[in-house]
């Protein structure tokens, strides 16, 4: 049974990861059968790709220095300090996260329009004079949408490296002499530097790679727009291609740094529990606290707050909020074919791929956990793979490698998104059915062995009851983000009967009149679902909910 | 006390609503090792931590060389700190760990070499000196921790509960290097502990704590034949202790009515006749020579050998269980059911009011106390 798992497993991955992505190779570096790099250097003197790259790394490295500078001081605060209502921020700061900021970016544009309401608050108050750029040429926008969706990844990660840290190497350097500022130098920040890394290079990459934001705000000059752009004529100009093995490469490196500082740093001393749970503050400092921890809180959840206006508005034109509220759009969610068509689309694709990923889980997790075989390796680094792989290279990977075939996304790309759901979300499911799998005392199947269960019996008697939940709430997590999955279903779906919930979105955010009233509304819908499912999740799975967003 | 260096008067602090620490006072003179002794949970940690300054009392000041230190922070204090888990910065190598209190001080690179190779000399690790804290030994570990704290030659050193990470034979070992070197530095310090063995054997004088309370200080042998009530008597030994009422003083000697006849003890002119106290003395106390006061006729129960003495349990007809030690060759001739004669001088007895409120260390049957990891 364990072979056929594993050749199960392997297949499928080798079939819809290691193919299209070796796919890419030839393409890029052969022309008529012979080995050139001039598809490589012919990016170099396109001024137009020249220009997206520097944007990209541009935005990315913006995006890094904002999200640093909220997450880290936020994480220290939130973990170091005692005051009323530390709970309920420390979960409030994790939302910004749940919803892409492409949604959010379509209600952003209200407000941060020339005669958005943020101009015209300001206008009001007599603050400027004249209506502020704040999108200016767009490159800001994105990266202020970009920073508001990923601070908590910064959050989270130094968060959980100060829960690990043991506090008396601090108490031990102060000892002996050092102030807070040369402690946090020469003590503390050494210790978090792996978890900011790691940070640095999943909000890096993922700003390097998000498709959805810049396409709302029709800023065509960075990476994933150019490579968007190349799938329709890729037939005559492999631009593309050669676009996305930088990107792949670059998402590569970033991932091999990070688990190599990880693993170098040494850690074996300390890590006990901090006894004591941080300083108590006074009133008037819990006050200032608090006020302040609002203030980032209403604004990093702007984007949230506007798409809920802009979905209940009827009218909303040079005002600061909308003069007329109504349920119209929420009613055209339901009746709109496109809409329909796309929630439908999407509960289909997101079931099948849940269903596919905790098959693909269970199996692999298992064999990971309870076999040792030659080729281990390789399943665990097929199975981990694309966490580094982002999903506009791997999307880009089906459309080319898959067209012609009878899987030809142009035709018909329900298998394909199916498996790229799948493909994935499933490093987050094989993780947590090995921790799930490691933590259970292989004594108990050995006993249940001994009883005269046969290895099929002890698995689904023993092992299965005992991981169920776990498995169910990864589950209703790869569903819930498959539902909302972007980069992938904005590049995959070619034809609207096809369309999954994002591209929809997308299309309604660019028409005039309602559309992006319409899209807001069902970016709503889409963050209630969300919720929804969160909560479920965290019930069946506690607090080991958070390894979905730990990404290394 | 001359040379007085350290003084906290009326220390009292309470995390919410529970007391741990009810106004401690307490001196501790320059170049001795001072030990608080207490069972866990006695406050002895909160009390090094706001010496060292990582914690603040709720009332109370802690003076340093007759200087108000109470609201000074941590690292304007001076005062060393040596963790129980060590606290090594995992990302230093050895000599980086022991050079930052000096590169702190932005001294000269060339004195920082040499003091830090001494420092490494005399705590045995220059061998060790480029590996990481994961890469050494728990012994070894523990060596950095005490190099680094001593290298800047801190006004005070605590140290909490430092060896009970380590196991029975390097703690021994420890135990004795730590005495040394604080014989060479001429540092003081300040030890917590709960192990009774490593404070009686290293402390100058300890301060024995219960419930957030000094309950006696001293000299270890103070603490040890005249401890000042019941749970000094049992957290530091065992002791055999009978219930008796003082009937009065006869030539210097106190008299004390017991249900094992009329026992005499020196001191304790502060006790009054009538008063209710207990009475009794320590399993090696006792004499086999016929003695002319405190004379007990049992019979022996049980006997076992024990570290270097002979544990043997007898019992007076009166139904009283005693718990004695005596030199493995007398006590191997005796068995189970002999008739057993001793005496324990009145100098060796130990007198103590009764006080039902104290409650005792540990409950045992007149055993030896099982030795703590």
Redesign the interface.
């Known amino acids: 049974m364990k072979k056929g798992l594993l050749s199960f497993s392997l297949l499928f991955l080798g079939f819809f990861l290691v193919y299209p992505l070796l796919w890419l190779l030839p393409q890029s570096f052969l022309s008529g059968g012979r080995f050139t790099l001039r598809i490589l250097s012919s990016l170099l003197s396109n001024s137009l790709i020249l220009q997206s790259l520097l944007n990209s790394f541009l935005l990315a490295a913006g995006t890094i220095v904002g999200t640093s500078l909220i997450g880290i001081p936020l994480a220290i605060l939130l973990t170091r300090y005692q005051f009323s209502g530390r709970r309920f921020f420390q979960v409030l700061f994790v939302l910004p996260m749940l919803v892409s900021p492409f949604v959010g970016a379509i209600g952003m544009q209200q407000i941060l329009a020339r005669f958005g309401s943020l101009n015209l608050l300001l206008l009001r108050l007599k603050l400027i004079p004249a209506p502020v750029p704040w999108l200016g040429s767009g490159l800001l926008g994105i990266a202020i949408l970009q920073t508001l969706h990923l601070y908590p990844i910064m959050y989270l990660n130094i968060s959980a490296a100060l829960a690990n840290f043991?506090r008396?190497?601090e108490?031990?350097?102060?000892?002996?002499?050092?102030?807070?500022w040369?402690?946090f130098r020469?003590?503390t920040f050494?210790?978090l530097r792996p978890g900011y890394f790691a940070a640095c290079s999943i909000i890096f990459v993922w700003s390097l790679t998000d498709l959805g934001t810049p396409l709302v705000f029709e800023y065509p000059q960075l990476l994933p727009v150019q490579i968007f752009n190349a799938i329709t004529d890729i037939n005559v100009n492999p631009a593309g291609y050669s676009l996305v093995l930088v990107v792949l490469i670059l998402s590569a490196l970033f991932f091999i740094f990070t688990r190599q500082v990880v693993e170098r740093?040494?850690?074996?001393?300390?890590r006990?529990p901090v006894s004591e749970q941080g300083h108590i503050l006074s009133r008037r400092a819990q006050k200032l606290l608090i006020a302040g921890l609002s203030l980032l809180a209403v604004i990093s959840l702007l984007p949230h707050l506007s798409i809920i206006l802009n979905s209940f508005s009827q009218r909303w034109f040079f005002s600061i909020l909308p003069s007329k509220y109504s349920w119209r759009s929420y009613q055209a969610v339901f009746h709109h074919r496109l809409t329909r068509t796309g929630i439908v689309n999407s509960l289909f694709y997101s079931s099948l791929a849940t269903v596919t990923d905790i098959l693909l889980g269970l199996a692999i997790g298992y064999l990971l956990a309870r076999w040792s075989f030659r080729g281990r390796f390789l399943l665990d680094a097929l199975a981990m793979a694309p966490l580094a792989i982002p999903g506009i290279a791997l999307a880009f990977a089906y459309c080319t490698a898959f067209s012609g075939t009878p899987l030809d996304p142009r035709k018909n790309p329900v298998f394909l998104l199916i498996a790229i759901y799948s493909v994935r979300r499933l490093p987050y499911l094989v993780r947590s059915t090995y921790a799930n799998f490691q933590q259970l005392n292989e004594n108990m199947e050995e006993a249940s062995a001994s009883l005269g269960a046969n290895p099929g019996t002890t698995f689904r008697r023993i092992l299965l009851p005992l991981i169920v939940p776990g498995l169910l709430a990864g589950g209703i997590m790869v569903f819930a983000f498959s539902m909302l999955e972007v980069s992938s279903s904005l590049v995959l779906a070619f034809r609207e009967k096809f369309f999954p919930i994002s591209k929809v979105i997308y299309i309604l955010a660019g028409r005039l009149t309602d559309g992006p009233n319409v899209a807001s509304a069902l970016g709503v819908l889409g963050l209630l679902l969300l919720l929804v499912c969160l909560g479920g999740a965290s019930r069946l799975a506690g607090r080991r909910l958070t390894d979905f967003f730990k990404t290394t | 006390m001359d040379n007085l260096i350290l003084s906290l008067e009326n220390i009292s602090k309470r995390f919410g609503a529970t007391p741990v620490l009810k106004g401690i006072t307490l001196t501790v003179a320059g170049n001795e090792i001072f030990f608080l002794l207490g069972p866990s949970g006695c406050g002895k940690t909160t009390l090094l931590r706001i010496i060292?300054?990582?914690c603040q009392p709720d009332s109370g000041r802690i003076l340093l060389d007759g200087q108000d230190i109470t609201g000074v922070?941590?690292?304007?204090?001076?005062?060393?700190?040596v963790?129980q888990?060590?606290?090594?910065?995992?990302?230093l190598t050895v000599w980086e760990n022991v050079a930052?209190?000096l590169k702190?001080?932005k001294l000269p690179e060339k004195f920082v070499h040499q003091r830090v190779e001494e420092m490494l000399t005399l705590t045995h690790l220059l061998p060790q000196k480029n590996l990481?804290?994961?890469q050494l030994s728990g012994g070894q570990?523990q060596r950095v921790?005490l190099a680094?704290?001593l290298i800047?030659r801190?006004r005070l050193l605590l140290l909490d509960e430092p060896l009970s990470n380590l196991d029975a034979n390097l703690r021994e070992q420890m135990r004795q290097e730590i005495k040394k070197i604080q014989k060479e530095t001429g540092i003081t310090m300040i030890y917590v502990t709960h192990d009774q063995r490593e404070a009686l054997t290293m402390a100058h004088r300890l301060a024995v704590m219960n419930a957030g309370e000094i309950v006696q200080t001293g000299t270890p042998l103070q603490i040890y034949f005249e401890p000042g009530n019941r749970f000094v008597a049992d957290f530091v030994g065992t002791v055999n202790l009978l219930a008796g009422k003082v009937s009065g003083f006869e030539t210097g000697l106190l008299q004390v009515e017991t249900s094992e006849g009329l026992l005499r003890a020196t001191g304790g002119g502060d006790f009054s006749s009538g008063q209710a106290v207990e009475i009794g003395f320590r399993p090696e106390s006792i004499s086999l020579r016929p003695g002319q006061s405190n004379v007990f006729r049992t019979t022996v129960t049980e006997t076992e050998i024990g570290e270097g003495i002979m544990r043997v349990m007898a019992t007076s007809p009166g139904g009283r269980n005693f718990l004695l030690h005596l030199p493995l060759e007398t006590g191997r001739k005796l068995q189970a059911g002999q008739n057993l004669i001793f005496s324990v001088p009145p100098e060796r007895m130990i007198v103590f009011p009764l006080s039902p409120s104290v409650p005792s260390a540990v409950k045992r049957n007149g055993r030896d106390k099982p030795h703590l990891p």
């Open positions: 043991d008396s190497a108490e031990a350097a102060a000892s002996l002499g050092a102030s807070s040369q402690n020469t003590i050494p210790l740093t040494p850690y074996t001393t300390g006990t | 060292a300054g990582f922070p941590a690292h304007q204090r001076h005062i060393g700190l963790f888990n060590y606290a090594l910065w995992p990302h930052y209190g702190l001080r990481y804290p994961s570990q921790a680094r704290s800047v801190p």
